[in-house]
Nanobody, 115 residues
Framework: QVPLVESGGGLVQAGGSLRLSCAASRSIFNVAVVRWYRQAPGKQRELVAT???????SYTDSVKGRFTISRDNAKNTVYLQMNSLKPEDTAVYYC?????????WGQGTQVTVSS
């Protein structure tokens, strides 16, 4: 496993934007499926966005058109650009990388959207 480190969370007003980053210490994202999850207080962890090594992306319905997952393999970093944020987007966001025979999680980063 390779530790993942998320950053970029914070407090933002509704309608604002944040960009989350997920960094790895070595090159793994080019051979992994990368996913962003979130978990709000009292709720189950939810899959938000997926990016495959082949370049395909997918999103949960509630964030389509607002969130964008992307990767910079040269920087060993995956991003989640979040626009038009809503209070219901408030959660701890986690990065996950799923490779052949291994799986890594980050520690999470808090996103709080005020109304």
């Amino acid at each position: 496993q390779v530790p993942l480190v998320e950053s970029g969370g914070g407090l933002v007003q509704a309608g604002g934007s944040l960009r989350l980053s997920c960094a790895a210490s070595r090159s793994i994202f080019n051979v992994a499926v990368v996913r962003w999850y979130r978990q709000a207080p009292g709720k189950q962890r939810e899959l938000v966005a997926t990016s495959t090594s082949g370049g395909s992306t997918s999103y949960t319905d509630s964030v389509k058109g607002r969130f964008t997952i992307s990767r910079d393999n040269a920087k060993n970093t995956v991003y989640l650009q979040m626009n038009s944020l809503k209070p219901e987007d408030t959660a701890v966001y986690y990065c996950n990388a799923d490779g052949s025979g291994w799986n890594s999680w980050g520690q999470g980063t808090q996103v709080t959207v005020s109304s």
